[in-house]
């Protein structure tokens, strides 16, 4: 059974910073393209970061020089470094394992930033 466990949400004020992970049991990690996705209310799903299996990064405009993404293949876990947040910031966050035709979300992890 595929799980993605995401955590380390919360409220924080702006300018301030949190760590997401999302620890991934079930698959062969290391073998998986991760990504952070986030939607904010009446808002679409968009791409936050990507790490690949080989450990590229890419990130989306919005969050570059400001987040970064990480991956403990032993920990089987993916990080979502976020540095001086924003209030547009605020939205759930997912964790995503991609491979070809596998596809597999976690359950999302709510990030508020207002003073």
């Known amino acids: 059974q595929v799980q993605l466990v995401e955590s380390g949400g919360g409220l924080v004020q702006p300018g301030g910073s949190l760590r997401l992970s999302c620890a991934a049991s079930g698959i062969s990690f290391s073998i998986y393209n991760m990504y952070w996705y986030r939607q904010a209310p009446g808002k679409q799903r968009e791409l936050v970061a990507v790490i690949t299996s080989g450990g590229s990064t890419n990130y989306a405009d919005s969050v570059k020089g400001r987040f970064t993404i990480s991956r403990d293949n032993v920990k089987n876990t993916v990080y979502l470094q976020m540095n001086s947040l924003k209030p547009e910031d605020t939205a759930v966050y997912y964790c995503?394992?991609?491979?070809?035709?596998?596809?597999?979300w976690g359950q999302g992890t709510q990030v508020t930033v207002s003073s």
């Open positions: 995503n394992a991609n491979r070809r035709l596998f596809d597999y």
